[in-house]
């Protein structure tokens, strides 16, 4: 188990350096620069002081080799927009907003989508089934984005019922966690569905009955319990949507948090924080991959971790 | 019923057509992989309204733009923000552009980008999982690290990475798309050649003295084609997600070309005064992406070999 451990968190870590090569280098083959943007005429010596201040007139090579120094320290430098910022304080004050966000979201995600997966597995009704495989079936097609805008039109707009900025009072959280789960909701509702279902046809579970145990016990203890391993190892992968989503619907909610942050760093070529940031949101995966491994290893011990 | 009596004559005795030989021979009437997969495909109704609504959107798109009086980005400063009506049967935008036009237009580069990408995805796809399940060993363990630790990242970061050094353009988003995309192939096709490869008439073909390249491509690939048409199914609609997402949120493809993302982008300040046209490219592109859901889980029940 600890082998395991170890082994992946070096793979994670070759994973961070790789990418955060391509990052740096990616940059700098970037057209545009980002003292220019305001299209103010700036003289020669002012570029050159410019670029001496953030270290831009070495060599590339050499660039490199601090940067990873850097950020080895946790040091990603200073924002090129957002002058006198440091890119980790950066980080620091808006990804609250987001792991609050993102938190909300995937508890949604995990209660509905376990609810309704349970209930379609275990109905006797068609239409219940239906109407589950419905939803399930249009949440995993329709782009939490858009959703998020059919909700904005009808409870924002016409019904005046939801704020559709910012996030302050619980009332705020309601419409950007419910787009930004839609798709893992409706994952985790089929994953549990044909697990589920698949589980309580084994004959474990004919011997629980016939012992006598009731049937909600059956249910939770016995085949809930070993259908969970699917929505387990979907964990890693929900929380990479998750973080891709903020982007977008923290931008849309205007919620100013890392993802928005994100978004905007990119229209602004800030260099240094395109790169912090891409590092923060490909470490944060890389470690919940890891953990909802290691999960599914501890509920599930068939599964033989470093095979 | 009453008992004739036998009388023997000639014609009993003639030659039967060679017709009537296997008249008695019980079997089903053979039928080839692709047939037999089309007629559990026609049973699924939700798969066949999909493939229905997607040739109904390539038509569209083909013909719409070609057929209409007005183009993409003709503006026409009297006709802004026209409701639907005779002339603008999806109505205009805010800078007088019909947006029927501009949504089929638009259908016209997402589903190019789909397509596109889901074919180059099938290329590198299968010679990188082919080679990595065929030759296996070291080879398959190097070839498999790569794509782990290529993986473990967002893909959506490597696009965004892409798009930022090679612009806005079109082709630029396919490149970006495929830079990640091909790896889910890759992994279904080794997983399919690794089980193959182990059967005999792959083994059959060896002794016989095939080139590897030739039992890879003409009978490892060929065999599990079933997989690897659900999986380039499936990367389409995941295309035109990744490419309406970034568009839509202002870092995806140029705002001039017309693609979904972009429609979306456009009406998102009009939302509150003229919401009727949101409408339209939301509803192509969950109807797209639902059409495509549906065909490649069609198509998935279709080529399971286990329902036959």
């Keep these: 188990m600890l082998k395991y451990i170890v082994k992946r968190l070096l793979i994670g870590c070759v994973t ?181 279902r698949d589980e309580m046809h084994k004959d474990y579970i004919t011997l629980a009955r016939s012992k006598g145990t009731k049937e909600i016990g059956v249910i939770i203890k016995h085949g809930l319990k070993n259908a969970l391993l699917p929505v387990i190892t979907y964990c890693g992968p929900m929380f990479a949507g998750l973080v891709t989503g903020s982007m977008v619907i923290e931008t849309l909610f205007t919620i100013p948090g890392i993802g928005a942050e994100f978004t905007k760093s990119i229209t602004n070529r800030d260099y240094t924080l395109v790169m912090g940031l891409t590092l923060f949101f490909g470490a944060i ?9 290691i999960v599914a290893a501890i509920v599930d011990p068939r599964i033989k971790l470093g095979k | 019923m009453e008992e004739k009596e036998l009388i023997l004559t000639d014609e009993m005795f003639e030659k039967l057509d060679d017709s009537e030989k296997n008249s008695e021979f019980i079997a089903m009437q053979s039928k080839t992989f692709l047939k037999d997969a089309w007629g559990r495909f026609k049973k699924n109704k939700l798969a066949l309204f999909g493939l229905v609504f997607l040739t109904f959107m390539i038509i569209c798109a083909i013909f719409v733009p070609m057929l209409s009086p007005y183009t993409y980005e003709g503006q026409d400063m009297m006709t802004r923000n026209v409701l639907p009506n005779a002339q603008h049967w999806f109505g205009t935008d805010k800078l007088g552009r019909d947006i029927m036009v501009r949504v089929f237009y638009g259908a016209r580069i997402s589903l190019a980008i789909g397509f596109s990408t889901a074919f180059i995805n099938l290329i590198i796809g299968i010679l990188y999982g082919g080679i990595a399940g065929y030759v296996g060993g070291a080879v398959d363990m190097i070839m498999m690290r790569i794509i782990d630790v290529i993986y473990a990242v967002p893909s959506l970061l490597y696009v965004v990475l892409i798009l930022m050094v090679f612009g806005n353009s079109i082709t630029s988003m396919m490149l970006a798309i495929c830079a990640t995309s091909w ?121 399971d070999n286990n329902r036959r």
């Design chain 1, 16 to 196: 961070l350096f790789i990418l955060a090569t391509i990052t740096f280098f990616g940059v700098k083959a970037m057209p545009g620069d980002p003292f220019t943007q305001d299209n103010k005429v700036m003289s020669k010596e002012t570029y050159a002081a410019l670029e001496a201040k953030y270290g831009l007139d070495k060599p590339v090579g050499e660039q490199y080799i601090i940067y990873l120094n850097n950020a080895l320290h946790g040091d990603f430098g200073e924002s090129l927009s957002k002058k006198g910022q440091q890119v980790s304080d950066i980080i620091i004050r808006r990804a609250p907003v987001t792991a609050k966000l993102g938190i909300v979201a995937f508890f949604l995600a995990i209660i509905v989508g376990l609810t309704l997966g349970i209930v379609s597995a275990l109905t006797k009704k068609r239409w219940v089934n239906s109407v589950i495989t419905a939803f399930a079936t249009f949440g995993v097609s329709i782009p939490g984005f858009l959703f998020a805008m059919i909700m904005m039109y009808i409870f924002g707009v016409k019904l005046h019922l939801l704020p559709v900025m910012n996030l302050e009072t619980p009332k705020h959280y309601i419409m950007p966690s419910i787009a930004l789960s839609l798709s893992s909701i409706s994952m985790i509702t089929r994953l549990t569905r044909s697990s589920l």
């Design chain 2, 183 to 303: 790896i889910s192939m890759a992994r279904q096709v080794r997983a399919q050649i690794m089980s193959l490869k182990e059967m005999e008439f792959s083994l059959a073909a060896k002794v016989i003295g095939a080139s590897d390249m030739r039992i890879l491509l003409k009978h490892l690939v060929i065999n599990a084609i079933g997989p690897i048409i659900v999986c380039l199914t499936m990367m389409v609609p995941s295309a035109i997600f990744t490419e309406s997402f970034l568009s839509f949120v202002g870092i995806g493809l140029d705002p001039t070309i017309p693609s979904w993302g972009i429609l979306a982008n456009d009406c998102r300040p009009l939302l509150f005064t003229y919401p009727i046209q949101i409408i339209w490219p939301i509803t192509a592109i969950c109807l797209t992406i639902l059409s495509l859901n549906f065909v490649g889980d069609g198509l998935g029940e279709a080529f």
């Design chain 1, 285 to 293: 995966v890389i470690v919940m991959n890891l953990v909802s491994d």
